[in-house]
């Protein structure tokens, strides 16, 4: 069982302008990830506009990752996007079998209408189930549809089975964070924060990593806090703030506004989005001069790392 921590970008998926995959694309982003430094990758997400994926997509995807990645980091997956259980089980189960080192449950698919923990644990137990006992399984508290927090009860059930190596937090609540964190203890369950505003204290107080949005634009920032912050902490403090303020941006049309990033870095040609139609260049006055400062800053604090 690979072990899932460290930085872990939620990956995007660029598209061709006439809505395709665009593969060579996403090969150079995959080698962008890699040479950052990153620890794993997290393919086939809400960042990869998973809910805007056919099952032969996210499949594929997923796939397309683990042949270039060619066992450098683990690579997990999720698309799961489904509410029917029969349905949750063929998808699941279809991107269980894509060589993935470890396959993410949505939790708000485990509750899809939000009625409790019966529901929950229910179709939780109908999934276990169905997958291969050999495949370590995560969790991933995605916003969309809706964002289902783990209760503490349903969070030491998911530690204690041992069937799960990671949950991506999207609690964006230290004191969360801590206590789950000290539930955790002695199960092979790693909590990774994916909030920008607690990334350093997050990591301080056990939070094995992070997978926030902005893994897409500097994860060589968030790779330095996480592995050498604690041998500098004023300068980690000051880097926390460039990041948490940096990633205000994602309010701002993300992801097209990575995949425009992206483009300027020449990691791939098209901005085209299924899950955002707009130009949000033009909707969001000032993003591009933002963009322009994350990148300068980026650099300059590569300078500073490194010195």
Request: negative net charge; glycine residues 6%.
């Amino acid at each position: 069982m690979k072990q899932i921590e460290g930085i872990v970008p939620v990956m995007l998926t660029p598209f061709t302008d006439d809505n395709q995959i665009d593969y060579p694309g996403l090969e150079r982003l995959i080698e962008w990830y890699l040479q950052q430094g990153v620890d794993a990758l997290f393919a086939v997400c809400q960042s990869s506009e998973m809910q805007f994926l056919s099952l032969q997509e996210r499949v594929e995807l997923a796939q397309f990752v683990v042949k270039k990645v060619a066992g450098r980091v683990p690579v997990i997956a999720s698309g799961h996007i489904s509410d029917a259980i029969e349905q949750q089980i063929a998808e699941l189960t279809a991107m269980a079998n894509s060589g993935i080192d470890a396959l993410v449950l949505v939790t708000n698919h485990l509750d899809a209408r939000n009625e409790g923990s019966e529901v929950f644990y229910r179709t939780l137990n109908q999934l276990l189930e169905a997958l291969p006992s050999s495949m370590p399984l995560g969790l991933y508290e995605c916003p969309a549809p809706y964002r289902r927090l783990l209760s503490d009860e349903e969070f030491s059930f998911c530690a204690s089975s041992g069937r799960f190596v990671v949950l991506k937090d999207v609690s964006c609540d230290l004191p969360t964070v801590e206590k789950r964190v000290r539930l955790a203890e002695g199960t092979p369950l790693n909590i990774i924060n994916a909030n920008a505003a607690i990334a350093w204290p997050a990591m301080q107080a056990g939070s094995k990593g992070f997978s926030g949005v902005f893994t897409n634009f500097h994860p060589e920032l968030y790779h330095w806090l996480y592995h050498h912050g604690a041998e500098q902490p004023e300068l980690a403090h000051e880097l926390s703030l460039f990041l948490s303020l940096s990633a205000v941006t994602e309010t701002l049309g993300y992801p097209k506004n990575a995949k425009i990033y992206h483009q300027r870095l020449g990691t791939f040609d098209s901005e085209f989005c299924r899950v955002n139609k707009d130009n949000v260049l033009e909707k969001f006055w000032g993003l591009g001069v933002l963009l322009e400062q994350i990148q300068q800053g980026t650099a300059l604090w590569q300078k500073k790392i490194a010195g």
